[in-house]
């Protein structure tokens, strides 16, 4: 496969690509970042990759390490970050939610405490259908209160997950 084959295959999967990163990640602008990592070291690997085999795996498996990479250094710097399961949890439907698990029936509860604005907030912003910036725009905020919003309702939800876990 030559460079000019690889590079069109990488760039045919970027707004897929991006649209997980987005849908796991809670800040927009680590969405870059993580994404731009991940052609990175695509690049940097692009002779493992087997022609014919399954580049959407492979490419999926970069970007999955690079995730858990940005995870692991926002936990270092010890910022806000929801649990893994209760992060990729925020969105699920009541019809796939197992009502035994209790993180998540906490989860839920959490965010029916919340004020409607605050989740139609979380909705708009982690569904992936607009970007923070749009959203801005639309709702006449201004970006970086948007961000501050964001931070506050992810260090409530937080503490309220934790809270009623270790409640019961």
């Known amino acids: 496969m030559t460079d000019d084959d690889f590079a069109e295959l ?14 796991v990640v809670f800040c927009g602008a680590a969405t870059g970042d993580i994404l731009q990592r991940s052609n990175l070291v695509a690049w940097e690997k692009r002779n493992t990759f087997v022609h014919g085999t399954n580049f959407r795996g492979w490419i999926n498996t970069i970007v999955r ?5 940005h995870r692991r250094d926002r936990a270092r710097r010890k910022e806000t970050v929801l649990s893994e399961q209760a992060e ?6 009541d019809d796939g939610v197992d009502d035994s698990d209790e993180t998540a029936n906490a989860l839920r509860d959490c965010l029916n405490a919340l ?4 989740r139609v907030l ?16 639309e709702t ?5 209160g948007i961000r501050v919003s964001l931070h ?3 260090k409530a939800l937080k ?4 809270a009623k876990v270790n409640r019961d």
Request: charged fraction near 40%; proline fraction near 0%.
């Open 65 to 69: 390490y690079e995730i858990l990479a």
């Open 159 to 162: 503490a309220c997950v934790e």
């Open 152 to 154: 506050r309702l992810r």
């Open 140 to 144: 006449g905020r201004s970006e970086a």
């Open 88 to 93: 990729e949890m925020l969105f699920v439907t």
């Open 10 to 23: 990488l760039s045919s999967e970027q707004e897929r690509l991006r649209r997980i990163i987005r849908a």
């Open 115 to 118: 004020r409607d604005e605050d």
């Open 122 to 137: 979380l909705r708009n912003r982690y569904s992936g259908k607009n970007t923070l910036r749009a959203y801005a725009e």
